[in-house]
Antibody
Framework: EVQLVESGGGLVKPGGSLRLSCAAS????????MNWVRQAPGKGLEWVSF????????HYADSVKGRFTISRDNAKNSLFLQMNSLRVEDTAVYYC??????????????WGQGTLVTVSS | SYVLTQPPSVSVAPGETARITCGGN??????VHWYQQKPGQAPVLVVY???DRPSGIPERFSGSYSMDTATLTISRVEAGDEADYFC???????????FGGGTTLTVL
């Protein structure tokens, strides 16, 4: 069974930075595109960012473009999200989500348990 | 950007059929995926593309399209189906993924 384990969340002040990691196992990580999806407390799901299997393509939600950077290390089966210039409205649980294939139209077929990011002074 | 509209809540008695809608412009020409999320848990994919189900998802869960609406149908609803349900698709004009606002299914 696919395993995705996020880490790196925590409390940070507005304007600060944080780097999230997602350790993947039990599947061929380098063959699948990956995503970050977040959920603010009591709210719905919001897609944050996408990266293709070879890192050739990256996309960001308008709400984080220019502040967040997605990356991956296929040799280490790891996905990352560098978050800079954090805002109070970035407070959320951040999920690592695997695509069912490599491309844009695939569903998210596996999710991690999430890591909580709290932005507060 | 593309918008997916879901009703905030749907209520159904055990054993009945629940229908959760997801509205969007010309949604019939797109592929919609559905997720179930129970309190304190990560979302789980329940239906994808034109009604496919991942392994382990009961046949009671199915998907369909009609005009500008995609529908998740849950037949013979059980207490364990009580959860939030989200629709999701890919917006080809922006290459962004889009989620609906979510629907809370209450089993009476």
């Amino acid at each position: 069974e696919v395993q995705l384990v996020e880490s790196g969340g925590g409390l940070v002040k507005p304007g600060g930075s944080l780097r999230l990691s997602c350790a993947a196992s039990r599947f061929t990580f380098s063959s699948y595109s990956m995503n970050w999806v977040r959920q603010a407390p009591g709210k719905g799901l919001e897609w944050v960012s996408f990266i293709s299997s070879s890192s050739s393509y990256k996309h960001y939600a308008d709400s984080v473009k220019g502040r967040f950077t997605i990356s991956r290390d296929n040799a280490k089966n790891s996905l990352f999200l560098q978050m800079n210039s954090l805002r109070v409205e970035d407070t959320a649980v951040y999920y690592c989500a695997k695509d069912r294939g490599d491309g844009y139209n695939h569903p998210f077929d596996s999710w991690g348990q999430g890591t909580l990011v709290t932005v507060s002074s | 950007s593309y918008v997916l509209t879901q009703p905030p809540s749907v209520s159904v008695a055990p054993g009945e059929t629940a229908r959760i809608t997801c509205g969007g412009n010309n949604i019939g020409g797109k592929s919609v995926h559905w997720y179930q999320q129970k309190p304190g848990q990560a979302p789980v994919l329940v239906v994808y593309f034109d009604g496919d189900r991942p392994s382990g998802i009961p046949e009671r869960f199915s998907g369909s399209y009609s005009m500008d609406t995609a529908t998740l149908t849950i037949s013979r609803v059980e207490a364990g189906d009580e959860a939030d349900y989200f629709c999701q698709m890919w917006d080809i004009s922006t290459d962004h993924r889009v989620f609906g606002g979510g629907t809370t299914l209450t089993v009476l």
